[in-house]
């Protein structure tokens, strides 16, 4: 896997002297774990030890706590990867192993209170010369213009003609989003792809697999190969072909995939919003009349906690859905796990969580233990929750917070909005 970037200790902001010693975090077991935190993130990068091998790390936490260690950690993470990154996002190109990318973008609207919205832009070509490459991605430049928001149209790191679906994609655009958010300020819950011909490949396949990122996508002039659209529950998604478009049956397998999307949202009213639009009268170019996608998808704003999880793996896997997780020996291409938590909403209109949460697991095919993580804005972590099988035995455990889950969650993604401080993992039968 290709995220090399992360690192296992990430240097902090200076909130105490440099002169502190380590010894500070040992021998005050009683201390208050939040001070604790912000003494150890206060050291430099040369006399902090690592943070999960801290007591306090694992100490549980109240609620209070949590929200205060959460906004420490984020604070420093944005403040740390802001100085590491500064050089990519000024020169405009990702180097990750012995890929890079290339991308150049444009910033439409006034940015709201919000944040702006990130739109990624895919372009054409495929298995061709570097050339004609290059010239689909600075056509692609300007090819579309949403009302408001960073509008970034990426150069694929090779010339082959799965271009924009192959593993390291997936890496490379969680970087984007992430640069994004540091250096932009793009709102992490309005997060769209889409892309045009060997660009629209790329979303019928990067969508369902990394929809935990992404509010809605856009699909244009594309074939899926051998993609599945299960994990599209909770986003938008909506494609647009030309009736005329026969090559590799294009036009035919869209019209699958509009069956296909239909049937998934009759059995699932809640989820599989899409729109698809044969436009008959075209071939292969649209004449632009598929613009319409970009602010059919401006409607749609991440949902970081959804009360289902609909999660297939495809052959490219990951550790992380939403708030599912498994470990490598369960991170298994093929896999399905669905999940849905019920629970009352609780009386305090300050606190938007559920309480009695119940998380049952409706399906759980190739893999043989399943991780929950929760946050206090998903289910009120003080009270015990229960996990229902697939056999139907239910497990009763009450959630624990912690500063390492919250650093764990950090370290494998900057997502302000998907921090989770508890998490619990059951074996399936």
Same mark, same amino acid.
């Given at each position: 896997?290709?995220?090399? /970037? ?23 077991? *009683? ?26 790390? *694992? ?7 949590? =929200? ?12 740390? @990867? ?13 180097? @990750?192993?012995?890929?890079? +990318? =290339?991308?150049? /973008? ?70 984007? %989003? ?13 997060? /769209?792809? +889409? ?29 899926? *190969? ?72 401006? =409607? ?60 049952? %697991? ?43 889950? %919250? ?23």
């Amino acid at each position: 896997m290709i995220r090399t /970037y992360l690192i296992t200790i990430i240097i902090f902001s200076g909130l105490v002297s440099n002169n502190q010693s380590v010894r500070a975090f040992n021998d005050s077991p *009683n201390a208050d774990v939040v001070k604790e935190l912000t003494l150890w993130a206060g050291q430099s990068e040369t006399k902090r030890p690592s943070l999960i091998e801290q007591d306090f790390a *694992n100490a549980p936490l109240s609620q209070a706590q949590a =929200k205060a260690a959460s906004a420490i950690l984020i604070k420093d993470f944005r403040k740390q @990867l802001k100085n590491q990154r500064k050089k990519e996002w000024t020169e405009k190109v990702i180097r @990750l192993d012995e890929l890079e +990318m =290339k991308f150049d /973008y444009r910033v439409f609207g006034k940015k709201r209170k919000t944040g702006r919205r990130l739109f990624i832009s895919m372009h054409g070509g495929g298995g061709t010369a570097a050339r004609v490459n290059d010239q689909q991605w600075r056509n692609q430049i300007g090819l579309y213009e949403p009302k408001e928001g960073v509008y970034l149209a990426p150069r694929a790191p090779t010339n082959t003609w799965n271009l924009w679906h192959q593993g390291h994609i997936d890496d490379f655009f969680t970087r984007i %989003i992430e640069d994004a958010i540091l250096f932009e300020d793009v709102n992490p819950n309005q997060v /769209y792809i +889409m892309g045009y011909s060997a660009g629209g490949d790329g979303v019928y396949q990067l969508a369902p697999r990394m929809a935990d990122q992404l509010a809605a996508a856009a699909m244009m002039a594309g074939h899926p *190969n051998n993609a599945s659209p299960l994990g599209l529950r909770n986003i938008g998604f909506t494609l647009h072909m030309g009736g005329q478009d026969k090559a590799y049956n294009r036009n035919g397998i869209a019209r699958q995939w509009k069956q296909k999307l239909a049937d998934l949202q009759e059995n699932d009213p809640e989820g599989y919003r899409h729109e698809v639009t044969i436009h008959e009268k075209y071939g292969h170019w649209m004449n632009r009349d598929d613009k319409v996608a970009v602010p059919w998808m401006s =409607k749609f704003t991440r949902d970081p906690l959804p009360e289902k999880i609909v999660w297939f793996q495809s052959g490219r896997t990951h550790p992380r859905f939403y708030w599912l997780a498994v470990d490598e020996e369960n991170r298994v291409g093929g896999s399905q796990i669905s999940v849905s938590m019920t629970g009352k909403k609780s009386e305090d209109t300050a606190n938007a969580s559920f309480t009695a949460a119940e998380f049952k %697991i409706e399906k759980a095919d190739k893999v043989k233990a399943v991780t929950i993580r929760m946050n206090d804005n998903f289910v009120d972590l003080d009270q015990p929750v229960t996990v229902v099988l697939p056999s139907g035995k239910k497990i009763i455990k009450t959630p624990q917070r912690t500063i390492g889950r %919250i650093y764990k969650s950090l370290s494998e993604r900057f997502d302000p909005e998907s921090v989770f401080p508890a998490e619990i993992t059951v074996a399936l039968e």
